[in-house]
């Protein structure tokens, strides 16, 4: 299969330039070239990445703020067979989806979840979200904001991800290779991917500057805790950023552990007596 084939007829309304077109591009090309076309369920939220749902021809399901990982929960426990792909925002993953996210890293379902981090709800105008740096301005924010960003990725590996990566929109060739790696991992699978909105939250300057490659034993937890602290999401000074994988650690999955779900129940055909279930409702 050709990435091309995983293109859609839908006009794509990201602005001009937007680092989200990365993003697709490298996810087409990391389906294409996994073969996984065919089984893969993907996910979205609310917000600029969320239009994913609309310029990838896969099977989809638009999801409500917040909301990626119950979604994509319900649709790998419907069909374990499926390899579910879900696609956040910051605002959406950290802010109304953070018990979410929390659970799903501690469950360890296999899925796969990709953040697009630009740092700010940038389809309601740029205001904050809980990775937005300390002292960010926006309209809702004109002091700036006071509190310290969250930083998802020592979040991630303190509740138990077993997969663990970031990753940056404006370099596709590495970002695919995370995608692919992601999609592969047997168990939850988190990429947080900077992906700088260049009109509300433009920091492509300072990540081109600051961002590097990591290469440690990624099963060595600590090494990992102590990489994600390197950067604290935030710009008041140059600090190193690293990407590629944190962390990779073999758990069983969620649903290998349901005695319910080793038998193929989503193959069970069930046959429904309407007439009982009608009888039961009347
Ligand atoms: Fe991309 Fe920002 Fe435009 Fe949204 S507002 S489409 S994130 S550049």
Known sequence: ???????????????????????????????????????TVIVSGIGCHAKIYDYVNLKSFYGIHGRVLPIAFGVKLGDPTLNVVGFGGDGDTYAEGMEHFVHNCRYNADLTMFVHNNQVFSLTTGQATPTSE?????????????????????????????????GYAMD???????????????GFAFVDILQPCIIYHNVIPYLQKNIYK???????????????????????????????????SE??????????????????????????AIKEFN
């Open 172 to 186: 596709v060739p590495h970002l695919k290779e995370l995608m692919k790696k992601a999609i592969n991992y047997r």
């Open 214 to 248: 990591m290469s440690h034993d990624t099963s060595d937890f600590k090494t990992a805790l102590e990489k994600a602290r390197e950067w604290d999401y935030c710009y008041d000074k140059d600090q190193k950023v690293p990407t590629g994988v944190f962390y990779e």
């Open 134 to 166: 300390k002292g960010f301005k926006d309209g809702s924010t004109p002091l700036g904001v006071a509190e310290k960003p969250i930083n998802p990725i020592v979040l991630a590996l303190e509740a138990g991800a077993g997969f663990v990566a970031r």
């Open 1 to 39: 299969m050709k990435p091309e084939e995983l293109k859609t007829k839908e006009v794509i309304t990201w602005c001009p330039g937007c680092s989200n077109f990365k993003i697709l591009q490298a996810f087409q090309e990391a389906v294409a070239e996994l073969g996984v076309a065919k089984n």
């Open 251 to 276: 758990r069983p999955a969620f649903e290998s552990q349901w005695p319910q779900l080793k038998n193929p129940w989503h193959k069970i055909k069930r046959e429904i007596n309407w007439q009982n």
